[in-house]
């Protein structure tokens, strides 16, 4: 049982920034690799970016390199979203996701590789 918890989101104009957190408890929370996924109306859910445990396996999705940093902070089991730069096309739902190994791989970013889920943050960026 993992309870994930997403803040931080709002409305913000195009060409500013959020932070968004993601504080995961309960008796099975592990070092597995944590996720950021978003998903706008009419769309898919997409992968925004993810991090193993250690920090030293990174992956972030083509539209958000270079604009958005993953990290975490394993003693508040908490995993972070810095987004700057932010564009319209950025605004969606975003949600963390705790991965089903302990690193990604090109291969494994999807949904289903993914156990637990928050229920969400919205992000909404105004042109």
């Known amino acids: 049982q993992v309870q994930l918890v997403e803040s931080g989101g709002g409305l913000v104009q195009a060409g500013g920034s959020l932070r968004l957190s993601c504080a995961a408890s309960?008796?099975?929370?592990?070092?597995?690799?944590m996720g950021w996924f978003r998903q706008a109306p009419g769309k898919e859910r997409e992968f925004v970016a993810g991090?193993?445990?250690?920090?030293?396996?990174?992956y972030y999705g083509d539209s958000v390199k270079g604009r958005f940093t993953i990290s975490r902070d394993n003693a508040k089991n908490t995993v972070y979203l810095q987004m700057n730069n932010l564009k319209p096309e950025d605004t969606g739902l975003y949600y963390c996701?705790?991965?089903?190994?302990?690193?990604?791989?090109?291969?494994?970013?999807?949904?289903?590789?993914?156990?637990?889920w928050g229920q969400g943050t919205q992000v909404t960026v105004s042109s």
């Open positions: 996701a705790s991965h089903r190994s302990f690193d990604y791989t090109t291969l494994s970013t999807g949904p289903d590789w993914h156990s637990y």
């Open positions: 309960g008796y099975a929370v592990s070092s597995n690799a």
């Open positions: 991090i193993n445990w250690s920090g030293s396996n990174i």
